[in-house]
């Protein structure tokens, strides 16, 4: 079996964890669940050699040192330096230039949590199946509520291990959402995918030529520096930024998905860290780190990296205190918070 | 007309407004509402020499130097420092037995809120003419709702400006509250009492004699020094401390009130001083105190002595943050933050 090859992608401004997500410190770079980082999890979870090659990452200058000091010693394992931010069409078509073309690249996102390792790697194995047989693959996340925030993928004609897709899907509205949930035809859009590295360049070719060619040209152009790769800035500033699903996945005639039912977040907001860390709640579904005093509350999330938190009497209230700034607010109102003033501080 | 003597206690720990009052800075000497602080308030209101006599302040040692300097230039001010922490009556008997025994006191705690200073004039003068009748007179606030932290005082035989006391009820249960609030026959027992101070000690004589003993000792064995007067500790030390409701106020024939309909609050927690603070308040209800963002939320006190406030989505809530501490409550919580760990650090 050859081996797949992991492409971690580490972009990202992380304002929606403020105001311990911060643009210096984003959220693939904390420890939000246990004591590994969220991009240490994502090694981790390609990191059995029997499966996987080493890890290429793709991260914007600000953070090299941050994943070079996370990544520790991993022989092989090799850095892309962004010049600018790109959406990650243009990102993933760097790392696909730089492996050989019949590797199948396994595209991950470095700020998501997966519960069930094991599951995400049943997938993997099934999803790179297909991408040898030259399908473009999505992992389609087993959906478990009528989710607004999230692309949606409709199911069609069975393959082995997956399906065929039917249709790509916007964030839905609630109804609609709602729908999708009890027809059970489709799945969470998770931004994980897996390709021969060759096919995706053909396809971003066919579909967007003038981002494959100036791709091509920051590679050829680019240089290298011990395990770090820096494509040259010019052609690759002049890219106009695009995800890889309006780029690609919505165009091609061979987009399939696998389904992944494996504990599944992409942490997004604060209510959603408190979903994942749901099992180390107390009887009132309270979850706590650091100094914290918590009377007759229920499903409150409270985090201080010093001053004590004292909650009282609170339901659903998320409360973060990092760097000399107080959050308090609803789960409901979690969603709005990469939008406060504070927030777009850096 | 003979001058009012406003007697102002200063006792109390004051942990309800934790983390901003606490025991080396309690409540009255905190500027809560406006530019003053309550205890300051509480001077101005009886500040008219018109009417009122210079104010004898009653204090623990503790606080003596917060209140010498929150007195500032006021010629004839005196203070009182209490050995230790008895409880209303013997402050009351202590300030009785160093005025004039003819002299008409007007007992005032040092951390409620009065909106209606011109209501409260009248309500004190009404009071001290009774006074002048040898009633023992408390003001009965209006009720405004079923409040169960109260005492009260329910209405018998109208006398001269007021009336005579029928019934002193402790704390009721909410039904109780209720029925009381819809008879218009009770009012709150708010703390604020005229008599004549030799009245007062005969009173406490007949009910109390042990406790009048012990309070004329200490005067007899106590000493000035300048503006301030030091009982002797020892006798006052061996008192057994007690409300003047328990002590006299219940025991004597003679007990009156006056209708007191002022805007009074004692600000016993977060959000009686969010309702106090009603009128400063936003749209939404909301009262911000420092630097504090605020979306979408309502009826929210946000306070803070320094780090940022972002709020989002929340309704009812209090958020104080002071001196490091980080404090998040509902209004129904309010009532508990003297019982948080926190709040027994001093």
Known sequence: MT???????????????????????????????????LFEQALARVADGAYFAPPMVVSGAAHAELVTAQLGERPGARLVIEPAAKNTA???????????????MLVCPSDHHVADRAAFRASALAAAALAREDYLVSFGIAADRPETGYGYLRRGEPLAGGYAIRQFVEKPDRPRAEAYLASGEYSWNGG??????????????AHRPEMARLVAEAVAGGHSEGARFHPAAEPFAAIAGESIDYAVMENTARAAMVPADMGWSDIGNW???????????????????????IAGCSDVLAFTDGPRISAVGLEGVCIIVSGGEVLVTTREGAQLVGKLPGASVP
């Open 192 to 205: 994980i995918f897996a390709f021969r590295a060759g096919h995706l360049l053909a396809e971003l070719a």
């Open 90 to 104: 243009p990102a993933i078509a760097l790392a696909a230039a730089l492996l050989p073309q019949d590797a199948v």
């Open 271 to 293: 209510a959603a860290l408190a979903d994942a860390l749901a099992g180390e709640a107390d009887a009132g579904g309270n979850v706590a780190r650091g100094a914290v005093d």
């Open 3 to 37: 081996a797949i090859h992991p492409v971690i992608l580490c972009g990202g401004s992380g304002t929606r964890l403020w105001p311990v997500s911060r643009q210096a410190l984003p959220k693939p770079f904390l420890p939000l669940l246990g004591e590994e980082t």
